[in-house]
């Protein structure tokens, strides 16, 4: 028997198929996902069921798939742990769309295609947030009046859990020491990025907030931008759209899809990026230098929050890629002359994957 496992976003379609008691990687693919003639990244259903079908097609015989496992990034406070989807849970999930909109509908799109096309597989969601349920509440709680706390349910949740976790854990293999006596900061770059301060497994402080947009700037996200700026930005887009509503998903496009390293030189990809500073665009070079710089700012006040650090540890696309970045983000940092550095490839379909084992 096998588990599929399913990592669906804005512009991605991702699958692998593990052996279910060896997790051996037995098939693998990534489709792209077209956005919306409006460039809005809107969820259409039929090419997420079209892009499903042809993911079958490649695996072949499906009768043997005893699982399908799926990442979603915003669990709220009602998913704390992996959870076994049924059509009443994705009504509840789909309330948590407008909190990470880039990840949110998408990965919602895969669990209704499962359910269409393979109904008699349970579906499983394990969650971005689950690795930072115990945050402790200095971190978790932000300084606004605690009603928002204890009666909104405001407070930072964290994402990328799954990629931190899974990089702690191939770090203190790595360091042969036990993942409960590790202080670890890991970085995770991506198209999304954040940072994480880990002491002796758990984390206890992380860059992303209520929403995936909040820490590092990103390459479509603002990640942190004073309260100040963004009222003036909806200020202006008040002007544009006097629906309140409208307004509000307008400001929301422009923090998510229109700003980070796009915002500031219209690159989307960041091999891009880096091509365009080689050949010496100065737009290109100030969103770089911005990037790092950001990233750079997050490791120094995580360093001093965890006191020891046993190893920084980059994983993620970017990451994990060239060690230009690496090397920029590095090289100023005296602190970390002294702390191992150590690079994790990424596979979340392997972490979640080894979830649902421990479920079956």
């Known amino acids: 028997?096998?588990?599929?496992?399913?990592?669906?976003?804005?512009?991605?379609?991702?699958?692998?198929?593990?052996?279910?008691?060896?997790?051996?990687?037995?098939?693998k693919g990534e489709f792209e996902m077209p956005a919306d003639s409006a460039g809005k990244d809107a969820v259409k259903q039929e090419e997420v069921d079209k892009t499903f079908r042809e993911m079958l097609r490649k695996i072949g015989d499906v009768s043997l798939i005893k699982a399908v496992g799926h990442r979603i990034v915003h669990g709220g406070d009602k998913y704390l742990a992996t959870t076994l989807i049924d059509t009443q849970e994705i009504?509840?999930?789909?309330?948590?769309?407008?909190?990470?909109?880039?990840?949110?509908?998408?990965?919602l799109a895969g669990i209704k295609a499962s359910n269409k096309y393979i109904p008699d597989t349970p579906d499983y969601a394990v969650f971005d947030t689950t690795f930072f349920v115990n945050l402790p509440e200095f971190a978790k709680v932000y300084p606004i009046p605690y009603e928002y706390y204890t009666e909104k349910n405001i407070h930072k949740f964290g994402?990328?859990?799954?990629?931190?976790?899974?990089?702690?854990?191939?770090?203190?293999?790595?360091?042969?020491?036990?993942?409960?006596k590790v202080n670890l900061l890991t970085v995770h770059l991506g198209g999304g990025a954040s940072v994480t301060a880990i002491a002796k497994g758990?984390?206890?402080d992380t860059s992303m907030g209520l929403t995936p947009l909040e820490g590092l700037m990103m390459m479509t996200r603002s990640g942190d931008v004073g309260e100040g700026v963004m009222l003036e930005i909806f200020k202006d887009v008040l002007a544009q759209e006097t629906d309140p509503q409208k307004a509000i998903e307008k400001l929301r496009l422009v923090l998510n899809?229109?700003?980070?390293?796009?915002g500031i030189c219209d690159h989307d990809n960041y091999l891009d990026l880096l091509k365009a500073v080689d050949y010496g665009d100065s737009r290109s070079q100030l969103a770089l230098d911005m990037f790092i710089h950001r990233i750079r700012k997050y490791i120094g006040a995580y360093m001093l929050t965890l006191g020891e650090v046993h190893a920084l540890v980059f994983t993620g696309k970017i990451g994990a890629g060239k060690a230009v970045t690496r090397k920029k983000i590095c090289d100023k940092i005296k602190l970390l002359a002294n702390v191992e550095k150590i690079v994790v490839k990424p596979h979340e379909e392997l972490a979640i994957a080894s979830e649902i084992k421990n479920l079956l």
């Open 159 to 180: 994402f990328h859990g799954i990629s931190h976790k899974y990089a702690a854990e191939q770090a203190a293999k790595k360091l042969k020491m036990p993942l409960d």
């Open 257 to 262: 899809n229109e700003s980070g390293i796009k």
């Open 1 to 27: 028997m096998s588990i599929l496992v399913l990592n669906l976003g804005s512009t991605s379609f991702k699958f692998e198929l593990f052996d279910e008691r060896s997790l051996e990687s037995l098939e």
């Open 202 to 204: 758990s984390p206890i």
């Open 91 to 107: 009504f509840e999930l789909e309330n948590l769309n407008s909190l990470a909109p880039l990840h949110n509908p998408y990965n």
